[in-house]
């Protein structure tokens, strides 16, 4: 990003979490969060300690008490958010001040109107294809929970096609394409446009426990997100931790620590229904998938249902037309695609994780570290045609500690980053590609775990995907001369390592 034009800026305001951290400076349209390292913000404090800028606390207008369960002033809702009342808090201080000062106007808390208590929450889970052989809505009571630990709880399942019967999109595909229908397609269904829709019924009374279990195993990326707001509600409703937060905040926020059941049990009732009933396969539903898109109904208890949430986040679009100008269709030669190919490794790797297949990623990846492996311990041993033949003879984790040795030898650089790097993340990934190809089991998790499964895979790839280029590797290194020794490694010309990029 550019660094901001803070010429013209005199003024700014302080910006503050709930818990009265500073966090950074707002002015205009702009953010600067607090910290050191950002250019913006050394800018920024460089400039209010010269006295060009001066920075001010945030202007309060309003402010709601709100009350915890034995009747006490638990903090306030402002126009900037929840101040907890706590006196050691600098936005409960900002507050007394404006409050005191008449700056800001204090008002009651408003009577909730009184409405059938929610009983239910249902997920709504869409596909592409719809299920096949079903003539009616079908339903069925499936178990979860979250950890060994915990107990069980009963969801409701519902499973349909919409619309109902099925329509044809051929028509619309002959529209697009302006060409007339052939005769004799009238009410054949040629492109089915039903989609599948799976409900999946969480009873209000299971959220609590649920959020407890999934608290305790890890609630993804959103976790810092959702663990902040989850202590805010706890001193905001004065509710101690063993108690949980309120029903209203369980509510609100079950999208966000309902995502592993939800795609665990999707999961596994696609792969139940295939097993019993055969056909096509609807799919895998990810964690990520769930989270850009979402349709949670409430199921009062009079009966009644009622939008609960609707979220859905646009994937990039890159607005395409007219002729496609991109990568040559020109296939490469023979002898290119033999090589090493870092850029199809990674989209197998990819497209195995968006397809459900976070083990055969793994599997995959363990393959692509194997060449590498090789390629990097050969040019450790540059210069030396005994250390090369052990190499050469070598088993996959025997050059992984080759390389190791000459990690250890090499200087406390960028080269040294990424070998280390690389040797953390292959001695990680070997242990679950040798589970899963020789044993067909997951070393950490049941397999129907989908999400855990995908949150491991992603933890272990997203890193090796981010080890800088080894394109070049400008130091050499070569063994004495016992090359059985190969942790004994001195410093020597390398040579240069081609071929391998990330």
Known sequence: MAPVDLGNVTEVTRTYNWRGKHTGYHFANAFIPRDKNNIDARALSEKIAAGDCIAVDPDIKFATPTYGRKGSITGYDTDIGFIPADPNNALFMILQEALEGGSCALGSSDLAKVTPKIAYLVFCVVFDWPWPHLIAEFWRSWKYRPHDKSDWRNFIIRLSNIPAIAGDLFGQIAEALNIDPPTGFSGLTLISNQKALMEIEVPVT???????????????????????????????????????????????????????????????????FRREYGSKNLGYLSEDALRHTGLVLAKRDDGSKALHRLFHQPAQNFRLKGEWKGWSSVPRPIEFNRQLNTDGARLRIAGLLEAGFPLEAMAVANGYFELIAMQLALVATTGDQNAQELVARAGYMTRVEIIHAAMLAEQKNHLADALSKFIAIAKAIYPHRNDFMHELRSRDHEHWRTVDLERQARRLLDRSFSIPNLDRLPVGLSPESNVKQFRNISSANIGTLTGIRW
């Not at 959220?207 to 707001?229: A, I, M, Q």
């Open 206 to 272: 299971a959220l609590r426990s649920v959020f407890k279990g999934e608290r305790t195993v890890g609630l993804g990326w959103t976790g810092d997100f959702v663990e902040d707001s989850f202590q805010q509600n706890l001193v905001r409703s004065g509710r101690t931790l063993q108690e949980g937060p309120e029903i209203e905040w369980l509510l609100a926020h079950a999208p966000e620590f309902m995502s592993r059941p939800l795609v665990d049990v999707a999961n596994g009732v696609i792969s139940s």
